[in-house]
């Protein structure tokens, strides 16, 4: 059954011609161009070619293209990069997911042109390359893809931190220390935390019960209130009270990423970012989904916004990046993480 224009695209994680596990969701923030070829030479090569000689417009700034191989040896040449890359299919699931081939091994190729939420614009035949280039070329940017620019549903709250408590959260950084940490990739049935370039960052964890207690009381008293009035939710849980660093010596960066979409982070519903200074370069809060307009509050103030949002920190250019980085859920987020606790005790016992 063909795309609607509006539909949200299925989201997959799936091997590329160079890398193990690629998660599509990441490609979010530009248009993005999905091809499911003929697996006929002349029409296949025809659709490929148009890739080549539009190959100027695929940049991963104003359009990523993805090209879907079930037979992936059959393509001499390919490679990823910059801006386009090709997803090794050779089981048929992503195919299938998109309905570029049915139960009885039927195959339907198309082109589909996504926005940059990663919601269907178009849909059109494999052998209509030259008319799908002709409109992503007559595109606006792709933050105006929607007509006028919009926000990321961000809320921002002032004076949540005040100025002694940033300082106070610095100093134990530089005095107790601070570890790399790293991210989040479910193996299996299981979360696994892996160092890799995603992130460069320093993390203390707070573990002190009163100073936890100090910070929940400006919570509950300066910002749940606000979550609760713009969000609709009511914050019972706060998961890790977590200062970090992002330090230009370091490289300090965390790329592209969202929150929740590992089993063990299943539960988080919003996540929190309080800068504790201001005296360092880059290091802006981005939400490629919406644009690149960068969001830095005044440090002690409050950045707001659901863990499935894509968002990003850049790379830190000079001095240090402090922050206050916990994440809020509820009653019902704590039986989605007591059971998968619940289910990782269980297997290690057997």
């Known amino acids: 059954m063909p795309f609607l224009s509006g539909e949200a695209a299925p989201w997959f994680r799936a091997p590329t011609l160079s890398s193990p596990e690629f998660l599509f969701d990441t490609a979010a923030g530009r248009y993005v161009l999905l091809l499911f070829p003929p697996s006929d030479g002349a029409p296949k090569a025809e659709a490929l070619q ?6 100027a417009l695929l940049d991963d700034v104003r359009v990523s293209a993805f090209v879907v ?15 386009l890359r090709w997803f090794r299919d050779e089981d048929g699931a992503v195919s299938r997911l998109y309905g570029a081939l049915d139960a009885e091994g039927r195959e339907r190729p198309f082109w589909l042109v996504l926005d940059p939420t990663l919601r269907v614009m178009w849909e059109a035949p494999a052998e209509a390359g030259d008319d799908v280039f002709r409109r992503l070329w007559s595109l606006p940017p792709p933050a105006e893809h929607a007509g ?19 300082a106070r959260l610095i100093r134990m950084v530089e005095t ?8 989040m990739r479910d193996q299996g049935e299981v979360t696994v935390a892996v160092m890799d370039e995603l992130k460069k960052r320093r993390d203390l964890l707070i573990e002190d019960p009163a100073l936890q207690a100090e910070i929940r009381d400006r919570f509950e008293r300066r910002l749940f209130p606000l979550v609760q009035r713009a969000f609709g939710f009511e914050v019972t849980e706060v998961e890790r009270y977590l200062v970090t660093c992002y330090d230009a010596a370091d490289g300090g960066v965390f790329h592209a990423h969202r929150d929740n979409f590992t089993f063990q982070t299943a539960h988080r ?14 290091g802006d809060l981005r ?15 409050a950045a707001v916004f659901a863990c499935g949002l894509l968002h990003e920190v850049s790379r830190v250019t000079s001095g240090r990046r402090y922050a206050f980085v916990p994440f809020f859920f509820d009653a019902e987020g704590r039986k989605v993480r007591e059971a998968y606790a619940e289910r990782i005790r269980a297997q290690q016992a057997t």
């Open 287 to 301: 939400f490629p989904e919406f644009g690149a307009q960068p969001y830095r509050p005044p440090a002690g103030a």
């Open 176 to 183: 107790q220390g601070s570890t790399f940490s790293g991210v």
């Open 69 to 83: 191989l079930r037979e992936p040896e059959r393509v001499k040449g390919a490679a990823d990069a910059r801006g």
């Open 50 to 55: 148009q890739l080549m000689i539009h190959r």
């Open 148 to 166: 006028l620019s919009v926000p990321a549903p961000v809320l921002i709250a002032p004076r949540v931190f005040e100025p002694e408590l940033c």
């Open 269 to 282: 519903k919003f996540a929190c970012s309080i800068l504790l200074n201001d005296d360092f370069e880059g």
